[in-house]
C-alpha cells in the first residue's frame, strides 16, 4: 500500500468521515452525548459502514474513535471501556483497509475540555498520546486529527502524532464568527500546522459547501502542502453559515443541529459540484463529514475521477421507464412523462 503523500503526489486522496452522525441516524448511536459505543455494541455495523464508504469511493478507512476519548467516556461515566472502544474501533477499520487495500487511519479529535494555560491542557496532551499510541501500535499509516476549532489544541494531537512517527492530516472546523477560538484565522491555523510538519492541512465538519468553498480558497493560497476538505453535506448560507446555525422556518425557527437537519440535506449533485471547486482550487484530499452517505462519497470520487465499485451502479436515466431515452421505452410512457 502506497503512503498518503505519495497517493496525493499522484491524484485525489477521498476519505469518508461522518461515522457518529450515520450511526446515529440508523439507530446505534445518542445523539447527545455523541460516544461511539456502537464499535462494542454492534461492531457489525460499523465494519459494514466502512465497507460501504470503500465501495463509494473512500481510499482511506478512519478508525471509529471520534468522541472516543477519555474526556468524552467520562462525560457517560464509563472511562473503563476506553481501551477496548480504542482497541475494537483500530481492528474494525484494521480489517476493512487491509482487506480493500486501502489507508488505514486512527483518528483524533476536539476533546470539548481543552482551553490554553489551564490545567486541562496536559490532560488533554495525555489523551491524545494514549490514542495515537493505540493507533500506531495497530498498523495506522496515517491519524486524523480533526474538528478542532482551537489551534493550540490541534498543535498538540499533530505532536504527538509526530511523536509516533505517522504522517498527520490536520483539519479545523470553522464555526458562524470564521476565526478559531484562539483569535487567528483558519488560513493562518492551517499554515502554522504545516510549520509544525501536518502532511495535509484543511478545513473539516461545521461548514456545507457554498460556505467552506470561499474560506478553503484561503487556505490553499496560505500553505503550500496538500489540502484537505470535508464539509458537512447541509445546505449552509451565508446568514447561516454553519449546521449549527440553521433555524428551519419549516419548524418555528427551530436549531435545526443535531437531529433534525433532513430538510438541509445537499444532493450528491451538489457534493460532486463541490469536490470539482476544490480540485479546480488544487484540493487534492476529499470528503464529506458529518451526514456523509455513501452516495455523497461516490459523487466526490467520481468528481475526481475515480471509478469506485459503486460506479456500477451510478444513475442512468436512458432506461428509465417514463424519462429514459432509450429506443425500448415506450413513447406514450414518455409523453405521458412530459406532463408529471
Ligand atoms: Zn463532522
Known sequence: MPELSEMLAHGPVICAEGYLFECERRGYLQAGAFVPEVVLDHPEVVEGLHREFVHAGSDVVEAFTYYGHRQKLRVIGKEGILEPLNQQALTLAARVARETGTLLAGNVC?????????????????????????????????????TFSWLGEALLALETIQAAGLPAVVTFAVHKDGAMRDGVSPEEACRRAEQAGATVVGLNCIRGPRTMLPVLERVREAVSCEVAALPVPYRTTEAEPTMQSLRDPGRNGEQAFPTALDPYTCTRQELGEFAAEALALGVRYLGVCCGAGPHHIRAVAEAAGKVPPASRYSPDMTKHSFLGSDPLIARAYQEYASNL
Do not use: H, K, M, S
Request: glycine share 6%; hydrophobic share 45%.
Open 110 to 146: 476536539n476533546t470539548n475540555v481543552y482551553e490554553p494555560g489551564t490545567p486541562a491542557v496536559p490532560e488533554v496532551r495525555a489523551a491524545f498520546e494514549e490514542q495515537v499510541n493505540w493507533a500506531a501500535e495497530a498498523g495506522a499509516d496515517l491519524v486524523i486529527a480533526e
